[in-house]
T-cell receptor
Framework: SQQGEEDPQALSIQEGENATMNCSYK?????LQWYRQNSGRGLVHLIL???NEREKHSGRLRVTLDTSKKSSSLLITASRAADTASYFC????WGAGGTSYGKLTFGQGTILTVHP | DGGITQSPKYLFRKEGQNVTLSCEQN?????MYWYRQDPGQGLRLIYY???????QKGDIAEGYSVSREKKESFPLTVTSAQKNPTAFYLC????????????FGDGTRLSIL
């Protein structure tokens, strides 16, 4: 089953603009991760935010997490043509006995196109 | 360089045939995973393994089988019981703790002849 729902499904912007992608999920999580996938390739991990964190930065990436709304957003600032890819959020839920393990549940992704 | 290697990159299956997709990692990760990706969709978990000689079914295990005889290797067999096998298959690995990212191979695209 798909835990995360991403919005928008597709986003087209000009180079230099900011891109914002949103992710909503249904159940309590241990952490939420964002991945990038270039066409025909595997996924690359971008950033992980834990359930007790509200915001995290990595280079041009900014991720926020609102556990009360069960939602997260990924902001890419000053986008480049090379940022063109699909972006997926994935959640890790708590396992039995309050433990966590690495089972990711993915959303359907946002296709980002950055025009030069 | 450490990483995950999937082979082959493209694979064709005839009706009634079993095919095996290879996944090897040299990252010394305990956990390994197989995902299926259909066009325009996210990834769905087929099987995962947290330790050698042990594995668990994911969300869509029917028609698939795996083995984990070595830490480095986690091959996936798509059996003839899988009626709609055409998809992009991705293998991943990670450390055991749930707050660790997964590292992905570059996938195998399986098609039906």
């Amino acid at each position: 089953s798909q835990q995360g729902e991403e919005d928008p499904q597709a986003l087209s912007i000009q180079e230099g603009e900011n891109a914002t992608m949103n992710c909503s999920y249904k159940t309590s999580i241990n952490n939420l991760q964002w991945y990038r996938q270039n066409s025909g390739r595997g996924l690359v991990h971008l950033i992980l935010i834990r359930s007790n964190e509200r915001e995290k930065h990595s280079g041009r990436l900014r991720v926020t997490l609102d556990t009360s709304k069960k939602s997260s957003s990924l902001l890419i600032t000053a986008s480049r043509a090379a940022d063109t890819a699909s972006y997926f959020c994935a959640t890790v839920s708590w396992g039995a006995g309050g433990t966590s393990y690495g089972k990711l549940t993915f959303g359907q992704g946002t296709i980002l196109t950055v025009h030069p | 360089d450490g990483g995950i290697t999937q082979s082959p990159k493209y694979l064709f299956r005839k009706e009634g045939q079993n095919v095996t997709l290879s996944c090897e990692q040299n990252l010394n990760h305990d956990a390994m995973y197989w995902y299926r990706q259909d066009p325009g969709q996210g990834l769905r978990l087929i099987y995962y393994s947290q330790i050698v000689n042990d594995f668990q079914k994911g969300d869509i295990a029917e028609g698939y089988s795996v083995s984990r005889e070595k830490k480095e290797s986690f091959p996936l067999t798509v059996t003839s019981a899988q009626k709609n096998p055409t998809a992009f298959y991705l293998c991943a690995s990670s450390r055991l703790q749930g707050n660790q990212p997964q590292h992905f191979g570059d996938g195998t695209r399986l098609s039906i002849l």
